[in-house]
């Protein structure tokens, strides 16, 4: 994908994004999600964030549709993390309380033939500790969910003792495959991955530190840390 040194400005159509569209942008090959923050000004039905879904191609970015699930509340934080696959993307709901209070979720959408995405698959969490899905991060066949993130998400210090899980694609369901043990506080509060190497974010609220950690695919398929 490559942009012209032209900005290119786009919006969704129906003016009615809630408020920051943009908070959270990911992009993979022509595909690009945006997601927006709650408008508690909007009236009912229209305040909730939401993630809208585009095409780049020959300098026109064209909408390909809106995801909001049909069980997500205004105060879900639906779209609080975004992560683009090949023909996939994951979106993170981290306040989600069909678990329990705040337990977070995690919602698949698959691109079609048709080229229309579609919700897939939900993912819930396996334990009790909150914020599920405040952070997320795709590659190829692996899905990678923190429940930190690097901003408050208005509960207060989001620092938890929280592994990260990885689930993978196995037949068309995206299972959880292993889980990454917590190396430090706040583990997991930004995530990047290249040539098989996750570099995970610890950060320290507190001093605003920031310490790398890197996460590398093993031969056997499993993700071990260098520490």
Not at 43 to 50: A, D, I
Not at 84 to 112: H, R, W
Not at 134 to 163: R, W
């Amino acid at each position: 994908l490559v942009f012209s040194q032209t900005p290119v400005g786009f919006q969704p159509a129906s003016g009615m994004s809630g408020t920051n569209f943009g908070a959270k942008v990911d992009i993979k090959n022509y595909d690009i999600a945006v997601a927006s923050k709650p408008q508690p000004f909007y009236p009912p039905g229209m305040r909730s964030s939401k993630v809208y879904t585009f095409t780049f191609w020959n300098g026109t970015v064209t909408p390909t549709g809106i995801a909001f699930p049909n069980d997500a509340l205004e105060s879900d934080s639906f779209g609080y993390s975004i992560s683009l696959g090949n023909d996939v993307f994951a979106v993170g709901s981290p306040l989600n309380d069909e678990s329990a209070n705040n337990a977070g979720a995690v919602y698949i959408y698959q691109k079609t033939t048709n080229a229309e995405w579609v919700l897939y698959q939900k993912l819930l969490p396996d334990d009790d500790i909150p914020y599920f899905g405040a952070n997320v991060k795709m590659y190829g066949d692996f899905l990678f969910v923190s429940a930190n993130a690097d901003i408050d998400l208005g509960q207060g210090n989001l620092t938890t003792n929280a592994p990260i899980k990885v689930y993978k694609n196995e037949g068309g369901q995206w299972q959880l495959f292993q889980t990454i043990p917590v190396i430090a506080n706040a583990f997991g509060a930004k995530m990047e991955i290249d040539n098989d190497v996750l570099v995970v974010a610890q950060i320290d609220q507190n001093t605003t530190h920031t310490v790398f950690h890197r996460i590398v695919l093993q031969d056997n398929g499993q993700w071990r840390s260098e520490e």
